[in-house]
């Protein structure tokens, strides 16, 4: 369940932000910029009772630049650079590093760094 309320933070962050641009030019796409960006800050505070704030907003902000990077090239025909999939790629592995550091492997079970009595609270 955690892992579709961070699905969902990413999704309706992304929407939010290339919302932007559509309300530059109709202010009524202020709406869905406001509603995305409160939900998704909603979702992200639940994901955070279930996992680490680093790896839980790493992931939430690099899959956020990389889907905003993506679609709005595809969709507003914004160039992406090689120099800019560099970065992109750079953020994703740099996320996977923190990813892999918040695990000890030598210290499993209730006394690792991701395990809390949280993570049998409910998530909604």
Known sequence: MKWLLLIGAIATEVTATLSLRAAADHPAWYLVVT???????LFLARVLTHMPVGVAYGIWGASGI???AVL???LFDEKLTAVM???IALVIVGVLVVELGSHRPDEAGA????H?????APLL
């Open 35 to 41: 509603l995305g960006y409160g939900v998704s800050f």
């Open 66 to 68: 990389t889907l905003t």
């Open 72 to 74: 709005a090239a595809a």
């Open 85 to 87: 999939a560099v970065g």
């Open 111 to 114: 006394d690792s760094p991701t």
């Open 116 to 120: 809390t009595d949280n993570d049998r």
